[in-house]
């Protein structure tokens, strides 16, 4: 049973930096495309950037495109999610999820829990203006 834990969130600063890690245990992450969601307060959890499965394509959405990078370390099962001149409403908790299936080369930022059948507890982020 795989099984996906966040960490790295925190307070920063607007315009700083945070790097957040999804580590994976029970199976190798080699096997799974990964997407990082993001929920704030009174709104639905938007997908913020996926990686496949393969490690070649990543997607990101509008507002962290050229902020954020999405990468994979296989070696470790864990992907990174940096993240660059955050801004306050990056805020939220950032969530990992996992999704199986035989294309290497596709990944999604829907939050479908069918699409993506895995995922973690969350880590707060919260940048001050």
């Known amino acids: 049973q795989l099984q996906l834990v966040e960490s790295g969130g925190g307070l920063v600063q607007s315009g700083g930096s945070l790097r957040l890690s999804c580590a994976a245990s029970?199976?190798?992450?080699?096997?799974?495309?990964i997407g990082w969601f993001r929920q704030a307060p009174g709104k639905e959890r938007e997908g913020v950037a996926c990686i496949s499965r393969s490690g070649r394509t990543d997607r990101y959405t509008a507002s962290a495109e050229g902020r954020f990078t999405v990468s994979k370390n296989n070696a470790r099962d864990t992907v990174y999610l940096q993240m660059t001149d955050l801004k306050p409403e990056d805020a939220g908790v950032y969530y990992c999820a996992a999704a199986g299936g035989p294309s290497p080369d596709i990944c999604s930022l829907r939050p479908d829990k069918q699409n993506y059948a895995y995922w973690g507890q969350g880590t707060q982020v919260t940048v001050s203006s």
């Open positions: 029970g199976v190798s992450l080699d096997a799974y495309r």
